[in-house]
């Protein structure tokens, strides 16, 4: 359906409303997260902030073996784009996804 027939017709453009219900799904994520945690640490879980130095060694190691991924189990365009956009991301030049 095209998008002026779709608007004609009062529906929602369907990459807008998957746009919109991906929002949704991650913020509902991201709530269930923080609220298992919480709920683990009433039942007794410890939990240790990380610092800065815990997780540059965790990118560290993680980016050790990009090169097994790359390529391997990630075609490699798809692997370096995705790396670009994280780096833009990271840097604050763009939201996630664009």
Do not use: C
Request: charged content about 35%.
């Amino acid at each position: 359906m095209s998008a002026s027939l779709a608007s004609y017709l009062g529906r929602p453009r369907p990459a807008a409303s998957a746009g919109e219900a991906g929002a949704e799904m991650r913020k509902r994520g991201r709530q269930e997260a923080i609220d298992s945690v919480q709920t683990m640490r009433k039942r007794g879980l410890k939990t240790h902030p990380v610092t800065p130095e815990v997780e540059a060694e965790w990118r560290r190691v993680a980016e050790d073996i990009y090169p097994k991924i790359r390529g391997n189990m990630v075609p490699a365009d798809m692997f370096d784009r995705v790396q670009r956009l994280l780096a833009d991301y990271r840097a604050g030049k763009g939201k996630p996804g664009k």
